[in-house]
């Protein structure tokens, strides 16, 4: 067996890296004005709600509607909202800010739509509520 001798040179003083790291308010992008609404908050906790029941983590609404402390017919009415065409959920999640007053949408004003099983009719409907088929 033979001994192998392997000589380097450290330096004495580590080398300073360069690196991309810059202040936290710098990597952070402004916080929009005003406060999420809502109706976008229950939407993607219907997501949240499906994902969880989807993968196990609970066993049903029931069991999501005991861990919230709400009635199984709340839950029943925030997932009635993944009952909407998607390009609507996907608009919903994306609101603008409130800035003051109250919220525009309601999840009342959901619960009639996300009946529809018509997309196309949800979508009219939708358009309807907010001034865009005008």
Same mark, same amino acid.
């Given at each position: 067996?033979?001994?192998?001798?392997?000589?380097? !040179?450290? /330096?004495?003083?580590?080398?300073?890296?360069? !690196?991309?790291? !810059?202040?936290?308010?710098?990597?952070?992008?402004?916080?929009? @004005? &005003?406060?999420?609404?809502?109706? @976008?908050?229950? *939407?993607?906790?219907?997501? %949240?709600?499906?994902?969880?029941?989807?993968? &196990? /983590?609970?066993? =049903?609404?029931?069991?999501?509607?005991?861990? &919230?402390?709400?009635? %199984?017919?709340?839950? !029943?009415?925030?997932?009635?909202?993944?009952?909407?065409?998607? =390009?609507?959920?996907?608009?919903?999640?994306?609101? /603008?800010?409130?800035?003051?007053?109250?919220?525009?949408?309601?999840?009342?004003?959901?619960?009639?739509?996300? /009946?529809?099983?018509?997309?196309?009719?949800? %979508?009219?409907?939708?358009?309807? *509520?907010?001034?865009? &088929? %005008?």
């Amino acid at each position: 067996m033979s001994t192998l001798i392997v000589e380097c !040179t450290l /330096a004495s003083k580590r080398p300073r890296a360069e !690196t991309n790291i !810059t202040p936290a308010q710098a990597q952070c992008p402004p916080v929009a @004005a &005003g406060r999420v609404p809502r109706i @976008a908050r229950l *939407m993607a906790l219907a997501l %949240r709600f499906e994902e969880l029941v989807r993968s &196990g /983590a609970v066993r =049903d609404y029931a069991e999501l509607a005991r861990l &919230g402390q709400v009635s %199984r017919a709340r839950v !029943t009415q925030i997932m009635n909202l993944l009952h909407l065409a998607p =390009d609507i959920q996907e608009e919903i999640l994306f609101l /603008a800010p409130v800035l003051k007053g109250r919220d525009s949408i309601h999840l009342e004003d959901l619960q009639a739509l996300a /009946a529809l099983l018509d997309w196309q009719s949800q %979508r009219r409907r939708w358009n309807d *509520m907010h001034g865009k &088929g %005008r």
